[in-house]
């Protein structure tokens, strides 16, 4: 039923552009807004972020740093362009940023100025020149506002859902398309991105929040029980783990979750830390937390997890505002093939190949032969012209 209802959107706002993004702004969000409305001046930004209490922009502006610094450090330490000989030819690649991305800043339950951080700024560093975001009108808080001007984003939308994938993957009238698409959203959301991809890049299709707990009595049970319910607030869906060797660990913890939170929790025993290793790896989580006396000797065995923390005094919630890499990361088992959002998400590898006319005329035979036994007889007479001595 949702699929179908947001084919029916996509395939409106591709038909009729800006009315279908307006409607469904009407429909879903609760207000009318003209497209002329839809675009948010980077000065109310930039003034937003001057207005807020001197502690809350001090806030922002210090994970604002930390973010751009891990994704510098990231992008020193990524490969760049190459050339290499080989065999008489020259091959190797260029490395590009794409041109454009959008990011989506959910609202939902809450508003989100760290997902703006988390999501433009590495864009930013990778090069793309130009970012837009696109966030649903009643969470277009100070703070997100405050948001986008420290990650220097270009264009601002009040546009929530559906519409703000349809619109930046498509375009209209008022939003001009990107090259990709990035950032977390609910189901509707993610739904959404599916359907557009091919006509746009996505970074992932990101499911409900959720974390993998190793614990030990190393870490007290009040920090490992925090970590737990602060995972399920994210959303009803959200689901935390907790997996130890120690029955007794297992117990407390649970009696120390609130009930409410209880029932978004699972308790695994596992006979030792290997199985809890295997267990971990088999869930491949989103956020896998380390609460045990000696964490560093796990992280080489861990092999599938978005975001690894090392030690109980390491919480998601660190990772998720002040810590420095993107919290934008895969879910449901996605990290056995995929990685969170970083600087690489934003590039793009076009391969280079520069032949001369002496590496053709070794060349040409093993293609002809090559095509011809695909059948491919022109490709083998295109390899024969440059062959021939």
């Not at 604002?64 to 690649?93: K, M, N, Y």
């Not at 808080?141 to 001007?149: G, N, P, Q, R, S």
């Not at 546009?159 to 498509?170: E, H, K, L, P, R």
């Not at 120690?246 to 029932?263: E, F, M, Y």
């Amino acid at each position: 039923m949702m699929k179908t209802k947001v084919t029916k959107l996509l395939e409106g706002i591709q038909r009729r552009g800006d009315l279908a993004v307006r409607s469904a702004i009407r429909r879903f969000d609760g207000v009318d807004l003209k497209p002329t409305e839809w675009r948010v001046s980077l000065v109310r930004a930039g003034a937003a972020l001057k207005n807020l209490s001197v502690e809350r922009r001090r806030t922002l502006e210090e994970c604002a740093a930390r973010v751009r610094s891990f994704h510098r450090a990231e992008r020193r330490h990524s490969p760049g362009s190459w050339r290499e000989r080989i065999g008489g030819t020259t091959v190797g690649q260029e490395v590009r940023a794409v041109e454009s991305v959008g990011a989506y800043v959910p609202g939902g339950r809450f508003a989100y100025p760290s997902t703006v951080l988390m999501t433009c700024i590495p864009a930013r560093v990778a090069g793309v020149r130009r970012v837009v975001v696109c966030t649903p009108p009643q969470h277009l808080t100070d703070e997100v506002l405050a948001a986008a001007a420290l990650a220097e984003v270009d264009e601002l939308y009040q546009i929530g859902g559906v519409a703000a994938v349809g619109a930046m993957a498509y375009g209209t009238k008022t939003v001009r398309p990107v090259d990709l698409i990035v950032g977390p959203g609910g189901a509707w959301v993610t739904e959404a991105k599916r359907q557009v991809f091919g006509a746009v890049g996505i970074d992932m299709l990101a499911g409900p929040s959720e974390i993998v707990i190793l614990a030990d009595r190393s870490v007290p049970t009040d920090w490992v029980a925090a970590d737990l319910m602060a995972q399920a607030e994210h959303d009803p869906l959200a689901r935390a783990t907790l997996i130890s060797t120690d029955g007794r660990v297992l117990s407390s913890v649970r009696r120390a979750v609130d009930p409410s939170a209880r029932r978004q929790c699972r308790f695994l025993k596992a006979r030792n830390w290997a199985e809890a290793v295997t267990q971990a790896n088999a869930l491949a989580p989103e956020h896998l937390a380390l609460a045990v006396a000696h964490p560093g000797t796990f992280v080489p065995l861990l092999r599938n997890a978005g975001a690894i923390f090392v030690g109980g005094t390491s919480p998601v919630a660190a990772g998720d505002y002040w810590a420095g890499p993107s919290h934008v990361l895969p879910t449901a088992r996605s990290a056995r093939f995929s990685s969170g959002l970083s600087v690489q998400t934003f590039y793009k590898r076009t391969s280079v190949m520069e032949i001369p006319r002496s590496a053709m005329i070794h060349a040409s035979p093993v293609i002809t032969q090559f095509a011809q036994a695909e059948g491919l007889h022109r490709h083998a007479a295109s390899a024969r012209l440059r062959g021939k001595q």
